[in-house]
């Protein structure tokens, strides 16, 4: 929680209430108050949008890091070693049982905010491109799309050069040539891209599913069976 109030106190023990309930994650809604900035309430609900829409991973309107974490998805937290974790999107992600709890944020007792447009923004960026590939591959489609007007080029230099006839001398060759370079260059950056998508999902090393409860296990083999692989048809 934060250290300048706005995260109220007198919370935690709803918070704590909850978690008893059996919820391992109790997360925290904030209710913008009818005088927060408009274009801090409008650029974070379309963040919440997008994100959302781009990772597939479903967040609240308004998430706050203000929360209560059971012990269990600490020590699952501590399994990520990619740098920058981006909290609000991994907690849903791991699945664990979770509910919210709605509060008004309060003025901040002290200080100023330390959170201006451009750190927001970068934060928000930072979250995105932690979880999707939808960025690169738009990138990709961007090129594929250069690529085709590229190739477009070249028939109407062929067309202008021996249909028409209207072509100037030598700009038909230079406008193909250069055409054709574009769009092949367009098109193997894209499959670089794919590549480096592929390689970016496997160097963050997240596991590949969550343990929540092991039943008729001892403890001495758990280790021997979470790192053995298993492989068949079946």
């Given at each position: ?232 048809s079946g």
């Open positions: 929680m934060d250290a300048d109030l706005q995260h109220p106190p007198e919370l935690i023990p709803i918070l704590v209430a909850r978690w008893q309930q059996g919820n391992k994650i109790v997360f925290t809604v904030r209710l913008d108050s009818a005088d927060a900035p408009f274009l801090k309430r409008t650029t974070s609900r379309w963040f919440y949008k997008l994100f959302s829409f781009l990772s597939g991973v479903r967040l609240e309107e308004g998430m706050a890091d203000f929360r209560l974490l059971d012990r269990q998805v600490v020590t699952t937290l501590l399994q990520f070693h990619e740098g920058g974790l981006f909290l609000r999107g991994l907690l849903p992600w791991i699945g664990y049982p979770s509910c919210k709890v709605e509060y008004q944020a309060h003025r901040p007792f002290a200080g100023q905010t330390k959170y201006p447009l451009t750190k927001m923004l970068r934060f928000a960026w930072n979250g995105i491109v932690s979880f999707s590939l939808i960025p690169l591959r738009l990138g990709i489609g961007v090129g594929l799309i250069t690529s085709l007007i590229a190739f477009g080029g070249i028939v109407y230099a062929i067309y202008g050069r021996f249909i028409s006839g209207s072509a100037v001398p030598g700009w038909a060759s230079a406008v193909s040539i250069i055409s054709f370079l574009f769009g092949v260059l367009f098109v193997v950056l894209g499959l670089i891209g794919e590549y480096i998508g592929r390689i970016f999902m496997e160097v963050r090393g997240r596991p590949r599913f969550v343990i929540d409860e092991s039943i008729g296990i001892e403890p001495g083999l758990k280790a021997d069976v979470d790192s053995r692989r298993f492989t068949g």
